[in-house]
């Protein structure tokens, strides 16, 4: 199965469009966790598990991991989700671009070292740092079109032929880039009319859309700038606001109340809510 099927299916089961962004930091780390020498592994499977009802894909941002040598525990994660929760979409964040022979080993180190079922990466180097990706065409590859930050607009949005930059990249994924239906655009939840101007421009296009919790991003105003008439079409990610809703022993259940009631809000605000597939949630 595809990445865009597994998505497709994880949308419509789960009844969400909320993606749960997996960025441990130990120094928030619950005071039980502190000092072990699994913390990271087990601070994401405990939020991923319980978060789990309420989501339709994981995204581990691999800097969070490789910033305390804990690599190791990535894996660990992936393979944890991938048999805990096999029809969640794992997408790793990595965010990687590079000359094609280098990114033929960031694809390698994503699909087959973690297995996921997407990346995110960045289209400043252009087609053949993209063209590796391509050769897994089950894959999905999420490219950054107009990120959440304030500074994304020095190069975004600069006028390239008379339009925006991030719209010459939206336009290039979607004409040239997609050609096996694996892409996906990143476009920050900050930006709600960016967001409605790739959607009008890309179609149905599955869109990674960050910013919304700790950065502040308007649910409903990213909802209805970004959804596809179906009222799906969006990975809508969390991290920070779900991860440290408490920082006591209660982690669990406060990340999952967290993840619940953002799912909800999404939820309020979608054109068309799928009825849930199982018992309610
Ligand atoms: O690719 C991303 O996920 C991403 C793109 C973007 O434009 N902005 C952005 O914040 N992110 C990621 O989203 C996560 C932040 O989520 P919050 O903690 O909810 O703000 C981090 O992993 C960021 O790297």
Redesign the pocket.
């Known amino acids: 199965m595809s990445f865009i099927q597994k998505l497709e299916q994880a949308w419509a089961s789960s009844d969400s469009l909320l993606t749960v ?1 997996l ?1 441990p930091d130990p120094a928030r780390f619950p005071a039980g966790l502190r000092g072990r020498r699994d913390a990271i592994f087990e601070f994401c499977a405990g939020i991923a598990d319980a978060c789990a009802p309420y989501a339709s894909s994981f ?1 581990p ?1 691999i800097a969070y991991f490789a910033a305390q040598r804990a690599e190791d525990q990535l894996e660990a994660l992936c393979a944890h989700l991938r048999t805990r929760h096999p029809d969640i979409p794992i997408v790793l ?1 990595a ?1 990687r671009g590079d000359i094609g022979s280098t990114a033929q080993q960031y694809a390698i180190e994503a699909f087959e070292r973690y297995g996921a079922d997407a990346v ?1 990466v960045s289209p400043y180097m252009g087609s053949d740092s993209i063209e590796p990706y391509l050769e897994w065409p089950d894959r999905g590859i999420l490219v ?1 079109c107009r ?3 304030p500074g ?1 607009s020095d190069l975004q949005f600069l006028e390239v032929e008379g339009e925006p930059l991030y719209l010459r990249v939206a336009g290039l994924v979607a004409d040239r880039w997609n050609r096996h239906g694996q892409c996906g655009l ?1 476009v ?1 939840a900050t930006f709600p009319a960016e967001l409605a101007a790739v959607r009008g421009r890309v179609g149905s296009m599955p869109l ?1 859309v ?2 919304i ?3 502040g991003g308007d649910i409903p105003a990213t909802v209805e700038a970004g959804c596809t008439a179906g009222g799906t079409g969006m990975m809508i ?5 779900i991860l440290y809703a408490s920082g006591g022993d209660d982690w669990r259940e406060a990340a999952a109340a967290a993840a619940r009631a953002t799912r909800d809000a999404i939820n309020a605000a979608r054109p068309v809510s799928a009825p849930p597939s199982g018992t309610s949630r």
Do not use: E, H, M, Y
């Open positions: 962004g960025d995204k941002q964040d965010k995110t950054l990120t959440s930050n994304g990143v920050g990674l960050p910013g919790g700790a950065q990610n969390s991290a920070r606001a």
